[in-house]
């Protein structure tokens, strides 16, 4: 057998394939590689791969801004370009992208060219690596400080808080247009083309399935002077406490109405989650609240004012009820959340509305009351292992920093701060009403439940099993009684609780209280009874901490009762 036989056929032996030339084959190969190359650094700044049956879309759909509209400087960045939304105001978001041009400007990185070798990946692997978390505005050294708000939105289920909430990430650009349109292909193959601005919000695979939001979604953005972050709490009524938690987080509520014929009915009469929602914003401390008319651009509303008027009718008797001052407390306005009408930019289609849109409205608030010379309050809202114990909380009150030694309680286990972390900025102190992941050196992730509060060493809050308290009966079919057992949701704690004793009924409108002690109370009754816990819990009385004194009763799914702390009984040794 000659050597070009030993080439194109397997050997019979490894002996015949060394009596060939294919060994010096080989090493000439090895010796023309260059051993003392640079390492290879990926590009992480890269521009995107765009194959080609999607770049006839993305021209078509940036064609009508004409060729003016573009920057010289820009032109090769075009992950920029399409963060941009026609009008949307370009800000910090557009200086972090402009930092990233030099590299982009790269060999090989333009999207509209033939990419070369290292964009030649498949279009499954890049998707799948894409990862779709929110942008994380870069907050440059010495710049002053921006209020932070908390802003949850409330209402009946499918009334479109997600999608609203999907649709200001994309105008406010924290989330850029690939990723709605990656969202938006997948929603497509699974029947849900409408659900795609959602899925910004609702990154749980359970959530994008059935299309209901189940835990409080978290996301933020930014305005010249405010920075907001988005609670995102389920519509659904079997996730209520959930929706709780949110609301003991914000500052403002957003009440999200459907005008859809027939869904705002569903959701405003008996057993719909409107009514429900709008009073437990109200009990968890919300004093400002804004309703959104949403779907105002369905076929059976078409921007009418009528539908819009009479909406506004019904909701004004009852928000009053719940507690609301309809003239300082509500303000209304119509939007859709679908196509972005009036959240950023006047709706064309509604010349009848004379405010602000949504996004504007919300940034010439006024300021929120802070207590900076407060004690450190830090109620628990959850808690994960990552290089150590994160908590997550909202700084009710005090200030903490890098370093600072706190108390966790009810347990009273001391610990420090080894790191902060403000909307995933990482900062070094945090001031009220920021909502924090707070890294803890001491205490273990098992040893943390959600409900126990970080405190300062010189003034601990107080914890306990057993408080008197004013309650008002919403919705109870029957009677209450002693002995009657409920679920408490105050701050964000959950437990068992038990109405020991009803000491007197207080009179509605007098404020008068009865003599006597009652046998049991009824709804729309207001009464003060004793309470006791299964559990000890961290509370304050409403006169010195409202945001830890105020609750809510809840028994077989139902808000049956809300009230507040007047008292608190020291435990027996």
Known sequence: MDSKDVADYAPDCWELAADTDVEAQMNNSFSKLNVNAKPFVPNVHAAEFVPSFLRGSDEAAE??????????????????????????????????????????????????????????????????????????????????RKEHVNVVFIGHVDAGKSTIGGQIMYLTGMVDKRTLEKYE?????????????????????????????????????????????????????????????????????????????????????????????????????????????????????????????????????????VGFNPKKDIYFMPCSGLTGANLKERAENCMWYIGLPFIPYLANLPHFNRVTTGPVRVPIVDKYKDMGTVVLGKLESGLIGKGHQLVMMPNKHNVEVLGLLSDDVETDSADPGENLKIRLKGIEEEEILPGFILCDHGNLCHSGRTFDAQIVIIEHKSIICPGYNAVLHIHTCIEEVQITALICLVDKRSGEKSKTRPRFVKQDQVCIARLRTAGTICLETFKDFPQMGRFTLRDEGKTIAIGKVLKLIPEKD
């Open 63 to 144: 064609s009508p801004e004409g060729p003016d509209d573009t920057d010289p400087s820009m032109e090769v960045s075009e992950p920029a370009a399409l963060v941009e939304n026609g009008d949307t105001e370009a800000g910090s978001e557009e200086s972090w992208e402009q930092k990233a041009e030099p590299s982009e400007a790269e060999p090989g990185g333009d999207p509209a060219g033939d990419g070369g070798p290292p964009l030649a990946a498949p279009v499954e692997m890049e998707e799948e690596e894409e990862v779709s978390s929110p942008k994380v505005a870069v907050v440059e050294p010495g710049a002053p």
């Open 185 to 321: 292909r997948e929603a497509k193959e699974k029947n849900r083309e409408t659900w795609y601005l959602s899925w910004a919000l609702d990154t749980n695979q359970e959530e994008r399935d059935k299309g209901k939001t189940v835990e409080v979604g978290r996301a933020y953005f930014e305005t010249e002077k405010k920075h907001f972050t988005i609670l995102d709490a389920p519509g659904h009524k079997s996730f209520v406490p959930n929706m709780i938690g949110g609301a003991s987080q914000a500052d403002l509520a957003v009440l999200v109405i459907s005008a859809r014929k027939g869904e705002f009915e569903t959701g405003f009469e008996k057993g719909g989650q409107t009514r429900e929602h709008a009073m437990l914003a109200k009990t968890a401390g919300v004093k400002h609240l804004i309703v959104l008319i949403n779907k105002m651009d369905d076929p059976t509303v078409n921007w009418s004012q009528d539908r819009y008027e009479e909406c506004k009718e019904k909701l004004v008797p009852f928000l009053k009820k």
